[in-house]
């Protein structure tokens, strides 16, 4: 395939909230440039983008996917994300390789809380933006309505380029102000003819606000303006695009991509206004502790991302690529600074969906797939050898809900933790630890959907069928008041028996003072070198449990007294008597019962505060503090036991429509209010 300089290049993702019709979209621009010669469908599971069996079965896409195309002489590079709270991670993952976000909002349902999570994260990135007004066909779609919530939430960048001509099953065109012509589209093609008279006076008033703002970033243009020179369409669209490049200015245009109307457009304007790599700011690496900035240059040093990973059982590990400088051919080898291991790309893939194509090269700006690399991993650096820069890492999208698994046969074990370890490799948002404790392996990630798709991919691709269940709270015992107690053990065997006895008195620490032993035996009463094993005692029962049957922490053990036969004792007779003098000792202490608490960071629109607030108190938590950023947006931070908020990333998202976020860290623990100690001790005993 013909290889492309960074000029004749557009790298591009379509971002924004699930259901917008993104993937639809990509198929009809795909269908438009003649890259497919059939037009798949959602529904039907025919689409080039969502086509792993966990989409297909849900309608939904779970991860980004390429399709380019090309309009011209220009390669779009175009990502398709996934619009669900879940998946954000792959929007994050796509972004950071694209130089303009496609932001599609649905006419019908406007702009949702994903579409304002897209936006916020291409903000963040200084990525250009561009809007499509996507299912101008459908009932209750309204061009206005949706176009006055754009501007509202973003601001006064938000420049119509397009209207739409006719509505909802009247729709039938754009108008494009640009070149002040209309666009019909009838039986799958499209003719230019003048404004429709019923659009003429508002497209008028429009275009002389759209000209009048895209003159002011040209000098020479404005000033021919200003003397009564109209300026031609060439003219504003390539100042337009200088305009987009630097993120001033947000083009809005609109279409159907069921129906076609106005997606040759779309596809047209993404490679006339779309900034190509070079026009980007150079990216900064660090070099070996000294950073600096490397430009959009083929001609050089080769160095490369790895923004996605994709891990088959059969075909191995797909790396996806950006070429950030150089230009990359196949058997190039490379440095990974992370492993340490240099690395030989042996084949250059194009990937379109599922389908694979091989490349001879590519240049900067571009982006491609690399099969079978060693070492590599989401978020390394390519670089040449014995020039070890990195780039800044992307930070995966932070874990919010926790599942305990295990594997439905029990010799499945190592299976599903190689499986594991897989799927983690290609989703950055997968967490994974075990708790002794508890017994518990635990799986973390963005969501109940996200969770049940990895469940579903481990019995696919490595034939691990799973159970889950919730995730068992680590509580803790302490002590309220000091108390003293005598372990006695003696056993009498044929032979030497076993004899030990140990005095010990407990006291409360303070909160999060862990355990202290003190000796204080005098005279000999237990030998020295048996002291430890009353200590050993002690901790091995603190784990077993006091009580209530978890573990025991803050507390003093002072040793004071104790009792030994020259031949019977051994560290194993005073282990068990430390042991047995502890438990005792307990029970006349005060057993208090205690629970993790943790730090809950939420940031909610103002207009839901006293929603997430009543609900944080419904959950015994104790609001620290509330503060306004951005204007709209509260951050409320709580201390809120952990047992109450196991499933707070579902409730949260209904109670706010998904536009609330959180945080939770473990903080400290405290006493259980009494009116649930007795039902927590009454399940710990299976009652």
């Not at 430009?295 to 790895?306: E, H, K, S």
């Not at 536009?659 to 399940?683: C, E, I, K, Q, W």
Request: net charge negative; aromatic share 4%.
């Amino acid at each position: 395939m013909t290889s492309y300089p960074p000029s004749r290049i557009r790298n591009v993702a379509l971002v924004g909230h699930n259901g917008a019709g993104k993937t639809t979209l990509a198929e009809a621009m795909l269908h438009a440039t003649g890259t497919v010669t059939r037009q798949g469908r959602v529904e039907d599971g025919t689409t080039v983008c969502d086509f792993e069996p966990e989409e297909i079965k849900r309608h939904l896409s779970i991860s980004l996917a390429l399709a380019p195309f090309t309009v011209g002489d220009v390669k779009v590079n175009l990502i398709d994300t996934p619009g669900y709270a879940d998946f954000f991670g792959e929007v994050r993952a796509a972004c950071s390789v694209v130089d303009l976000v496609v932001v599609v909002v649905s006419a019908v349902d406007g702009v949702e809380a994903q579409t304002e999570a897209a936006w916020r994260l291409a903000a963040e990135l200084g990525l250009p933006r561009l809007v499509f007004v996507n299912k101008l066909d459908r009932d209750r779609a309204s061009f206005d309505r949706t176009l006055a919530e754009l501007k509202e939430r973003f601001g006064a960048g938000i420049a119509p380029l397009e209207l739409p001509v006719g509505e909802e099953s009247d729709f039938r065109g754009i108008a494009d102000l640009l070149t002040d012509e209309a666009i019909f589209y009838e039986g799958g093609a499209s003719t230019r003819g003048p404004i429709p008279d019923e659009l003429a006076e508002l497209e008028h008033t429009v275009r002389e606000h759209l000209v009048e703002g895209i003159v002011v970033g040209d000098d020479e243009l404005m000033e021919r303006y200003l003397e009564g020179e109209v300026p031609t369409a060439e003219e504003l669209e390539a100042t337009l695009a200088g305009g987009v490049a630097q993120g001033l200015v947000f083009p809005v245009v609109c279409g159907s991509a069921t129906t076609g109307v106005g997606i040759d457009r779309l596809a047209s304007l993404l490679a006339e206004i779309g900034p190509s790599p070079d026009r980007r700011p150079p990216v900064e690496v660090d070099g070996a502790g000294s950073p600096h900035t490397v430009t959009c240059d083929p001609a050089g040093q080769p160095l490369a991302r790895v923004f996605k990973t994709v891990s088959d059982p059969y075909v191995g590990k797909i790396s996806l690529l950006r070429v950030l400088s150089g230009t990359i051919r196949p058997d190039t080898v490379l440095t990974n600074p992370r492993a340490h291991a240099d690395e030989r790309l042996h084949i250059l893939e194009l990937l379109r969906g599922k389908e694979t194509e091989v490349l001879a090269e590519v240049q900067a700006g571009d982006i491609l797939a690399v099969p079978k690399l060693t070492v590599t991993l989401t978020g390394d650096t390519l670089a040449p050898k014995g020039t070890p820069v990195t780039l800044p890492p992307v930070e995966p999208e932070p874990t919010v809900l926790e599942v305990a698994i295990r594997p439905r046969s029990k010799g499945d074990d190592d299976k599903l933790m190689t499986g594991l370890h897989r799927l983690q490799e290609e989703d950055l948002a997968l967490g994974l630890r075990r708790v002794d404790e508890t017994h518990q392996t635990i799986l973390s990630g963005t969501g109940e959907t996200h969770l049940a798709v990895v469940c579903e991919r481990l019995q696919r691709k490595y034939g691990v069928e799973v159970e889950t269940e919730d995730v068992l709270v680590a509580y803790r015992e302490t002590i309220s008041a000091p108390a003293e107690a005598e372990g006695r053990y003696k056993k009498q065997t044929g032979g030497h028996g076993q004899y030990g006895v140990a005095t010990v008195r407990l006291e409360p620490l303070e909160r999060g003072g862990g355990f202290r032993f003190v000796d204080q035996v005098v005279g000999g009463a237990i030998p020295r070198q048996f002291i430890p094993a009353v200590e050993k005692g002690v901790i091995e029962a603190m784990a077993q449990g006091g009580e209530f049957g978890f573990p025991v922490v803050d507390i003093q053990v002072t040793c004071l007294d104790g009792k030994y036969h020259p031949v019977d004792s051994s560290e194993m007779s005073f282990k068990i008597a430390g042991a047995l003098a502890l438990r005792e000792a307990m029970a006349q202490a005060g057993p208090v019962l205690l629970e993790p608490l943790s730090r809950l960071r939420v940031l909610v629109p103002a207009s839901m505060q006293g929603d997430v607030l009543g609900d944080l108190n419904a959950r015994r938590g104790r609001v620290l503090g509330t503060d306004t950023l951005d204007g709209a947006v509260q951050e409320i931070t709580a201390m809120v036991p952990t047992a109450e908020i196991g499933r707070y990333a579902i409730d949260l998202r209904s109670l706010t429509g998904g536009r609330g976020r959180f945080s939770a860290d473990h903080d400290h623990y405290d006493a259980v209010p009494a009116n649930l100690v007795d039902r927590l001790a009454r399940t710990r005993a299976g009652v």
